[in-house]
C-alpha cells in the first residue's frame, strides 16, 4: 500500500475560486510529481519537485502552482479555477536511484462550474 | 507528442485469454515501466524492466524490451475480469532520470 494521499478526492467549485490540492506522503522521497489527465486519456506532466525548495514546470503547460516547503508536501494551487481546469490530478513520488518506481496518490477528480 | 505510445488503444478479450499490448518511445531510455490504472484511480507499478534487460517475468506478466526498436511489450497470460484496467507504459529518459513519460494507455477489457 502506498504512503501517498492526495485529498480531497473529489471537489466540485465555482469558476473564478482560489483552490489547493494537497499531495503528502510519507516515504521521505525526495521527487515529487503532479500530472494531469483528462478521463481515459494520457498523463501530462505538469509539476515536479527534486526535493524541499525545488519545483519546475512539467511538459504540459499550466495555469496551477506549486510548493515544496517540507519534503512530504507538495500542494498544488490553482488561483482562479476555470472549467477548463476540470480534469484528474495525480500526484506521485519517487525515491532516490535510477530504477526506482513511482508511487501514486488516488488522484483528485476537480470540476469547475 | 509523447515518449511513450501504447497499441492498441483499446483490447477486450475473454478470461483465460492473454492480453498484449505494445508500447513505443523514442529517445534513449534508463528503465521502462507499466503501470495499471483502475478506473478513477491512481496508478500502480506493475514492472520494470532496465535498458539492459531483454524479458522480465512478475506472475502472470511478462515484458521484453527491444532498445534497437524502441519498443516493449506487457503480456497478461491468463487473464481475468479483476485485469480490467488501462495499463500505461513509463519511460525514464537517460538525460533526465526521475522524470516519468507516460503513453496514452491501453484499455483492457476482460469479460467473464
Known amino acids: 500500500e502506498a504512503d501517498i494521499y492526495q485529498t480531497p478526492r473529489y471537489l466540485v467549485i465555482g469558476t473564478g475560486k482560489k483552490i489547493t490540492l494537497e499531495c503528502s506522503q510519507t516515504?521521505?522521497?525526495?521527487?515529487m510529481y503532479w500530472y494531469q489527465q483528462d478521463p481515459g486519456m494520457e498523463l501530462h506532466l505538469i509539476h515536479y519537485?527534486?526535493?524541499?525548495?525545488?519545483?519546475e514546470k512539467g511538459d504540459l503547460s499550466s495555469e496551477s502552482t506549486v510548493s515544496r516547503i517540507r519534503t512530504e508536501h507538495f500542494p498544488l494551487t490553482l488561483e482562479s479555477a476555470r472549467p477548463s481546469h476540470t480534469s484528474q490530478y495525480l500526484c506521485?513520488?519517487?525515491?532516490?536511484?535510477?530504477?526506482?518506481?513511482?508511487?501514486f496518490g488516488q488522484g483528485t477528480r476537480l470540476t469547475v462550474v | 507528442s509523447q515518449q511513450g505510445e501504447e497499441d492498441p488503444q483499446a483490447l477486450s478479450i475473454q478470461e483465460g485469454e492473454n492480453a498484449t499490448m505494445n508500447c513505443s518511445y523514442k529517445?534513449?531510455?534508463?528503465?521502462l515501466q507499466w503501470y495499471r490504472q483502475n478506473s478513477g484511480r491512481g496508478l500502480v507499478h506493475l514492472i520494470l524492466?532496465?535498458?539492459?534487460?531483454r524479458e522480465k517475468h512478475s506472475g502472470r506478466l511478462r515484458v521484453t524490451l527491444d532498445t534497437s526498436k524502441k519498443s516493449s511489450s506487457l503480456l497478461i497470460t491468463a487473464s481475468r475480469a479483476a485485469d480490467t484496467a488501462s495499463y500505461f507504459c513509463a519511460t525514464v529518459l537517460t538525460d533526465s532520470w526521475g522524470k516519468f513519460q507516460f503513453g496514452a494507455g491501453t484499455q483492457v477489457v476482460v469479460t467473464p
Open positions: 529517445t534513449s531510455i534508463n528503465n
Open positions: 524492466i532496465r535498458s539492459n534487460e
Open positions: 516515504m521521505g522521497h525526495d521527487k
Open positions: 506521485a513520488s519517487i525515491a532516490v536511484g535510477r530504477n526506482t518506481e513511482a508511487f
Open positions: 519537485s527534486y526535493g524541499v525548495n525545488s519545483t
